[in-house]
């Protein structure tokens, strides 16, 4: 009986009835190895080469180009609406910041950006592509990395050049005084730095929920819930936790870009300036961690 | 080459894997067999690093998995057949990978064509059937030219004419070196397409032997007798101190002797046969022998509970459809 294991490498390989070009022989002869080296050169990978894939991924699929489509035109026709609204009922918006009226068209655009950074990743487990990117690519932080990045420079160049048309067409339509170099670097690029955060923060979670529906319902019950219950919360002694809870919801934090002041009484001095950026970034520091541990130690 | 020492998976009190220990070797098509639930993903899946294993380890080519920097390029899997973005089309669904392991665009033509799809290269992989499914996995497999090819249950879906396909592709990747590593539920399958066998069963090793040896060791060859003069037989086959073994439908199986020296044995009696002829037992029926204690989800149809039937010796349902019966011959 002829044990097969001694045969080795034979040439003259026939392929299947699909054979497209043939294939090379890789396997050198008579270098002392055993097996197949493939002929296509092996060169070292780095976080480029993720990133493009994740790139690939992102512009690859209709869902993300619709998702995006409805933030613009949320954040631009909501805009427009206020505006148009606001130059119809009063004669004189006097010495307003006018780039204030964005504010509802963003909030609402919260919910794409959500939605699209949590499926970045849970849409992966969904289908199992996940199992196809680990293999192709085992480190999980640099993953994790690609995703991040892609995913967010896309929000954060959508989203400010959104706003920065949508402001300008307010200027326009309304005639007040025109916004101050600080207030139009504020309500655009401090905007969406909140909004790429926030869609790192979906996109984490999705992460360590692993599960579209599931983590799209805690991003959206994060963003919304501290504002609901905060209605309800009519008790004396929870007044602190009341006030607080407007404060620091996300509404509220991204309200402070258009120049908003949060502070309530109890609370003390809400925070300002650039504060809510900061508040977003070490939350979403801290669900990254997590999600790549849960990524490096949990079975796919 | 894969070296699996000890790898054990345990989920809470249930053990998935139990201390397997195998090495997958280049230039032959080995078979993971198993019954359904016996931990052949799960071994699959701690193989490529998607799992831990609770103890035990996995190397590729002398290295864990997470120390191979384009792994594409080492090792291709074929996992799940829809483990692809519907949304994405054929084409795209290889680029993303092709460009996480910097193998050039123009393999990815190259493995569509190789498996038939460049038709539906740029459709979206949603409306491909299961078939289509599969051979997109397993292009996704060829990207990198890997000298090393895992396959889980890659006949699931195909039609003839694609099994067909994918048992010469998967002779031809070992004959030029490769180590191919092919996971089924079906002997019969197996029997086509593997040199060398590893069987587990409820997650522990049952058999890691050559395809050959194992033919040679569990099919049992007998002659069946057929006479409408029964008893004559047995007083004859008694005289010369054969023993014979009542089979259903008034059969008589004989074991270790010749149909020749029956035969000429009824002639001299002058005794009529209506059959003799020479029987192999099906490797299907050894495969589930050896792993009738570890089937973890019996079907309790029949009186006798499912597992391995009591009969069926040499029945022709299994492994004939693609000349399973020559295959089963090559041992004797």
Redo the contacts between chains.
């Keep these: ?5 001694q ?4 040439p ?10 043939p ?1 090379p ?3 050198a002869p008579g270098d002392g190895s ?7 050169p ?4 780095h976080l480029g ?2 990133v ?3 790139w ?2 992102i512009r ?4 993300t180009m619709w998702t995006l489509g409805v933030m613009v035109a949320l954040i631009l026709g909501i805009g427009l609406l206020t505006a148009a609204a606001v130059a119809a009922t009063s004669d004189d918006v006097g010495n307003e910041n006018v780039l204030i009226l964005g504010f509802f068209g963003v909030l609402l655009a919260t919910m794409c950006v959500i939605t699209l950074g949590v499926l970045v990743i849970s ?2 487990y969904g ?3 996940i ?9 999980r932080g640099r993953v994790l990395a690609a995703k991040s990045l892609v995913f967010s420079l896309v929000v954060f160049v959508v989203s400010t050049v959104t706003t920065l048309v949508t402001g300008a067409l307010q200027v326009a339509v309304l005639d007040g005084r025109s916004p101050t170099g600080e207030e139009w670097f504020r309500s655009t690029v401090g905007v969406s730095l909140y909004l790429a955060v926030l869609g790192l923060l979906s996109l984490a979670v999705g992460g360590l929920i692993r599960h579209s529906a599931g983590a799209i319902t805690v991003m959206i019950g994060l963003v919304l819930l501290p504002l609901v219950m905060a209605m309800f919360m009519l008790s004396e002694s929870l007044t602190w936790l009341r006030e607080a809870m407007f404060t620091y919801s996300i509404p509220a934090q991204l309200s402070v870009f258009y120049g908003s002041d949060v502070s309530l009484d109890s609370v003390g001095s809400g925070p300002r300036g650039w504060e809510p950026l900061w508040i977003m970034l070490v939350v979403t520091a801290v669900a990254m961690v997590g999600a790549y541990f849960s990524l490096d ?1 949990r ?2 | ?1 894969i070296e699996v020492t000890g790898l054990t998976k345990r989920y809470g009190r249930k053990v998935a894997v139990n201390d397997l220990s195998f090495t997958v ?4 098509v080995t078979g993971f067999l198993g019954p359904n639930g016996a931990g052949k993903s799960t071994t699959m ?1 701690m193989m ?5 294993p609770t103890s035990g380890s996995v190397k590729i080519d002398g290295k864990h ?2 120390e ?6 080492h ?1 291709g ?1 074929l ?2 057949a ?8 054929a084409y ?1 669904n290889l ?3 092709a ?6 665009a123009s ?1 990815i ?2 493995v569509l ?4 799809l ?1 038709s539906v290269a740029k459709g979206k992989s949603k409306g491909f059937s299961m078939g289509m499914g599969q051979r997109l996995g397993i292009a ?1 497999a060829l990207l ?4 090393i090819l895992m396959f889980d249950e890659p006949v699931n879906g195909l039609d003839p ?1 694609g099994i067909h ?2 048992r ?2 998967m002779k ?2 070992a ?5 191919v590593f092919v996971s089924s539920h079906l002997m019969s399958e197996m029997a086509l397409t593997a ?2 066998l590893i069987v587990i069963g409820q997650g522990r090793l049952l058999a890691n032997t ?1 395809m ?2 194992f033919i ?1 060791e569990n099919s049992r060859s007998f002659t069946r007798l057929r006479s409408p003069d029964r008893e004559r037989v047995k007083d004859a086959l008694d005289e010369a101190g054969i023993t014979a073994v009542e089979g259903t439908g008034g059969v008589l199986e004989i074991d270790g002797v010749e149909p020749e020296r029956l035969g000429e044995l009824a002639a001299r009696h002058g005794i009529v046969l209506h059959e003799l002829s020479s029987q192999r037992a099906s490797l299907e029926e050894a495969f589930m022998r050896m792993t009738a204690e570890s089937v973890e989800y019996h079907a309790h149809t029949g009186p006798d509970g499912g597992g391995a039937p009591a009969t069926g010796w040499g029945s022709p349902g299994w492994g004939t459809p693609a000349g399973g019966g020559n295959d089963q011959g090559k ?1 004797a």
Aim: glycine letters at 12%.
């Design positions: 009986m002829t044990t097969p294991y045969q080795g490498p034979r003259g390989y026939q392929q299947g009835p699909h054979s497209g070009p294939q022989h890789g396997h055993f097996g197949y080296t493939s002929p296509i092996a060169r070292p990978t080469d993720a493009a894939s994740e690939t991924k690859s699929v209709r869902s849409s992966e289908t199992g592509l199992r196809s990117t680990l293999t192709a690519c085992p480190s130690r079975d796919v | 080459m070797r280049p230039g032959v899946r490529l690093d998607l799992d831990n998995y997470r191979l920097s384009e792994p594409l390029k090792i899997a996992l799940e829809k483990a692809m973005h519907g949304g994405r089309s795209n680029l993303c990978l460009q996480s392991n910097r193998i050039p393999r033509t190259e064509d190789m498996v038939g460049t996704s990198g030219d890997p000298e004419e396909w994918i010469n592709l031809g990747l004959t030029e070196g490769r180590t040199d060398h050559s050959a040896d040679h041992g």
